[in-house]
């Protein structure tokens, strides 16, 4: 799927055939998510407010920092609040049953973006393929939650929602408009029209939505966390950056704000980095995110430096959230 990303951007002869299929993607979606609706397929309603943040379209948009911003602005405001996530992992050997992650896990076993969030020591962050069962098994080890933040849980429908937060790359918006595997969606643009909110990494095309920033301007050590550095004292020297989520070119662009000059490296979305992916002879220090960073803890060297990314969010928008998980 990686290779078709290249066309889900623009319309070339290729779409004469992946458009019917598309088009087959879009009724199977669209018929699943009316079953759920009816009733005809079974959901799960569970005792405490459910808080899904998702996207319509493949690849990054800024969820993980989203859903992190929004664990803190519940927490200030006196809510308990836990996430639940998929986990993302190709390692056939670990079992999908519902499960905590600890910081002390390998992203292989628990996922990239689970492991980055739990790192941060919010709340509770529960992993599962049945969300429903993760989020129960959650609840029954942390009574005291009132709220579950579903983490990428937009077409996870067997979990019922009481708020959903949709998630746009401010940039790359829906790229062709077609459903995959033609294009980027996972649903129609039409389905951001039921979403309770909708949030844009990036500048907003519509003042029904929100806008959130990525802000970051100090990077840690990966081997010693405790050491710091400004952008500043990187000047002069030969510098790499390394990047495998959904946009890379979000992060490299971000470095030139920065004032950074680097040698870039993309890698697919979930990459499972190896040594050699960060061996580079003729670097001084090697620029990463968070996300690339759990991945690469177990080979790092003190060249590893991470750039820590926060969302900055209007809290007018924290509020709102909260008022509709009240009612």
Known sequence: ???????????????LLLWPVSLLFRLLSGLR???????ILHSVKLPVPVVVIGNISVGGTGKTPFTLWLAQQL???????AIISRGYTKAKKHSNAARPVAASDSPDAVGDEPLLMVQR?????????????????????????????????????RLQRDVEIVLVDGNRRFGNGLLLPAGPLREPVSRLGSADIVVVNGRPSHASEYAMQLDG??????????VSRSPA????LRLHAIAGIGHPQRFFKHLQKLGLSAHTHAFPDHHRYRA?????????????????????????????????????????LAQLIIEKIEK
Not at 1 to 15: D, K, S
Not at 33 to 39: D, E, H, K, M, N
Request: hydrophobic content about 40%.
């Open 33 to 39: 998510r009316v079953l759920y609706r009816s009733g």
């Open 121 to 157: 020591k919010l709340c509770p962050v529960w992993i599962g393929r049945d969300r429903p069962a993760a989020a129960q098994a959650l609840l029954q080890a942390h009574p005291e939650c009132d709220v579950i933040l579903s983490d990428d849980g937009m077409q996870h429908y």
């Open 75 to 81: 927490l200030d405001q006196g809510w308990h609040p």
């Open 217 to 226: 301007a100090l990077f840690y050590n990966l081997l010693n966390p405790d």
């Open 233 to 236: 004292e990187f000047s002069g």
């Open 1 to 15: 799927m990686h290779g078709l990303e290249h066309y889900w951007y623009r319309i070339t002869p290729l779409h």
């Open 276 to 316: 050699a992916d960060i061996s580079f002879g003729d670097a001084d220090a090697i620029l990463m995110t968070e996300k690339d960073a759990v991945k690469c803890a177990a080979f790092a060297t003190e060249q590893c430096w991470v750039l820590r990314v926060d969302a900055q969010v209007d809290p007018a």
